[in-house]
């Protein structure tokens, strides 16, 4: 059973920065398509950025050049450095895993943008 488990939310201000992490039961993150998704309020939820087990890299582009992915494989942990942040970033943040067939969700962590 993987489960993925996001943390790293909060409140900021405009322009500061939050790292998100998300922690994968099993060692799942080097041979999954590990993804990061957002769903603010009455919006769909949108794909942020992702990477494939080969480390290619794509972000969406409200976030191009703001957030960084990454992945440390030994602590089977998937992170999202968010920088310059915006009052439009704000939004649940959810973690996911795509194997195969398989697609598993984190339960999302709150990341808050607001003067």
């Known amino acids: 059973q993987v489960q993925l488990v996001e943390s790293g939310g909060g409140l900021v201000q405009p322009g500061e920065s939050l790292r998100l992490s998300c922690a994968a039961s099993?060692?799942?993150?080097?041979?999954?398509?590990m993804g990061w998704y957002r769903q603010a309020p009455g919006k769909q939820r949108e794909l942020v950025a992702d990477?494939?087990?080969?480390?290619?890299?794509r972000y969406a582009d409200p976030v191009k050049g703001r957030f960084t992915i990454s992945r440390d494989n030994a602590k089977n942990t998937v992170y999202l450095q968010m920088d310059s942040l915006r009052p439009e970033d704000t939004a649940v943040y959810y973690c996911?895993?795509?194997?195969?067939?398989?697609?598993?969700w984190g339960q999302g962590t709150q990341v808050t943008v607001s003067s």
């Open positions: 990477m494939t087990p080969n480390g290619r890299i």
């Open positions: 996911n895993a795509f194997k195969t067939i398989y697609s598993y």
């Open positions: 099993g060692n799942i993150i080097d041979t999954s398509i």
